[in-house]
């Protein structure tokens, strides 16, 4: 009976049991593992470059780090891979990895060939695959002359540019805003992040590193094994969907229903088209640049799962999702997702909820955490409560260097490509007035409300008690004509929505 039939055919009851017995590694198999990284890591770090010039220069290992599932505890046994991330002092910038990179995968490859015999393993290169000009890792194998067991290495040059950062804290934004700067491809960088990713995942407690296993178990077995050649995503991408199904669903418990964990993952996967997560544990808003980027990252096509620790990395992107959906529609109609324990599933949304700050005209700003899914009339009705409004509340929001934008009522945030932190304006207005918005020189716009019948000058004196300029230093432009005081907006065909430039004359 193969694997996946085990886990098919287990009742959801007894998952805890099969991660246990099938899943967890055995002692054998993690000395087999120990011993594996501990040769290859003494080679990269004291035999390779020792009295050799590489680049024109001496090459130092500022640190070797174990990255992979061996490096965040969640292992299968007999089934792993092994990264390794060496960090060389030849690489002063993440450019400086990218333009240098391929020579020294050539140079380690050719050292660890000439002295394969000193590691005690059978050593077999692999071809590197992908669309890459130079490959960003040496793949080889690795077999132990005491067992038939074949171990996947990875060794990963990068630039170390964490330093000595401890991972209890936030990098530098700095360096956040070097790496999007550099411009390198899709998570390009990523390796320079390793240690961020192994700790935001060995940190978790032992029961979500189980719901990890089982979870890369089932990718491995009836996902894999049936698209063997399919573009899937990674299985990092998995685990990180996996996490914030837990994060979402326990609010961050120790101890939880295994099978409820498992189907919501499973669920997630299913309905893979609204998926936008993203965290902020070590990267945020605060820098503009990394902000900027950010935004844009998160306005993309689902689903979005960011890197934790390097934003550039959309692992959601350009794979057969399609193909997981329907093997995890699959799988939520087998006996390992049925279960007798009473009680609801989790509830995970596909989207965190969004930290919106709304500001009625002439009233304090409160924070409001909405579902990006929600429909944003549910949104008017709780900002209706809060301020005790009567009129009809006309939304707006604007993205930086961007035109402000009016939320319809039927609509979602989604929709709006809005998954992050946002301020919204509210504009009461009565029904035979329209909205306008007033751009000033900083690229700025405010909303007013105003009879389509008054006057270019009624309008002006709205924004001086808005505390704008005074009525006479104002210069009001629409569609590169010059608006006279005396006309109205109807006159001038300005209409609901309609943006008017505001000039303060010198």
Request: with cysteine.
């Amino acid at each position: 009976m193969e694997p996946s039939q085990d886990l098919y055919e287990t009742s959801g009851d007894r998952l805890d049991a099969f991660v246990k017995h099938s899943l967890q590694p055995q002692a054998d198999w993690k000395e087999e593992l120990q011993d594996a990284w501990q040769r290859v890591e003494r080679f990269l770090r004291d035999g390779c470059f020792c009295g050799e010039l590489v680049l024109g220069q001496e090459v130092r290992v500022l640190k070797v780090v174990k990255g992979g599932s061996s490096g965040k505890g969640t292992t299968l046994n007999n089934s792993s891979d092994l990264d390794l991330v060496l960090f060389l002092s030849c690489f002063s910038s993440f450019r400086d990895q990218a333009w240098h990179r391929g020579s020294i995968i050539d140079f380690i490859k050719e050292k660890l060939v000439h002295c394969s015999r000193s590691l005690a393993y059978n050593i077999t290169m692999l071809e590197h695959k992908g669309k890459a000009r130079t490959p960003r890792s040496l793949s080889f194998q690795v077999q132990s002359r005491k067992s038939s067991d074949v171990i996947l290495v990875d060794v990963l040059p990068a630039f170390n540019a964490l330093g000595h950062f401890c991972t209890d804290s936030k990098p530098d934004p700095e360096i956040y805003e070097n790496l999007i700067i550099s411009r390198g491809g899709p998570g390009e960088f990523a390796p320079s992040f390793t240690e961020l990713q192994r700790h935001f995942v060995k940190s978790r407690p032992p029961k979500l590193k189980s719901l990890l296993q089982l979870v890369k178990h089932w990718y491995l077995q009836p996902l894999k094994r049936k698209y063997p050649r399919a573009s899937l995503p990674s299985k990092y991408a998995l685990e990180l969907l996996t996490i914030y199904a837990w994060e979402m669903g326990t609010d961050e418990s120790e101890n939880f229903n295994m099978n409820k964990g498992f189907v919501a993952v499973m669920e997630l996967l299913r309905d893979y088209e609204d998926i936008c997560i993203y965290w902020t544990k070590y990267y945020d808003f605060q820098s503009e640049i990394v902000r900027n980027f950010i935004k844009h990252q998160l306005k993309g096509c689902r689903p979005i799962i960011l890197d934790p620790a390097d934003p550039t990395n959309n692992l959601g992107s350009n794979k057969r999702w399609d193909l997981v959906a329907k093997e995890a529609a699959h799988c939520l109609r087998q006996a390992c997702c049925k279960t007798e324990e009473p009680g609801q599933g989790w509830h995970v949304q596909p989207a965190r909820n969004v930290q919106v700050t709304v500001k009625p005209t002439g009233q304090a700003p409160r924070i409001l955490s909405v579902n990006p899914y929600s429909p944003i009339w549910k949104m008017k009705m709780e900002i209706k409560r809060l301020y005790s409004l009567e009129k009809q509340q006309r939304l707006s929001f604007q993205e930086p260097g961007g035109e402000r934008q009016l939320l319809s009522s039927q609509r979602t945030l989604a929709d709006y490509g809005i998954f992050s932190r946002v301020s919204v304006r509210v504009l009461e207005t009565l029904p035979h007035e329209i909205q306008v918005f007033i751009k000033d020189y900083s690229g700025q716009s405010n909303p007013y409300a105003i009879d389509p019948d008054d006057s270019i000058r009624d309008l002006k004196e709205k924004i001086e008690e808005a505390a704008g300029p005074f009525v006479e230093d104002q210069l009001l432009t629409f569609q590169g004509r010059i608006l006279g005081n005396r006309r109205s907006l109807a006159d001038l065909q300005i209409k609901d929505c309609d943006t008017i430039l505001l000039i303060r004359k010198t």
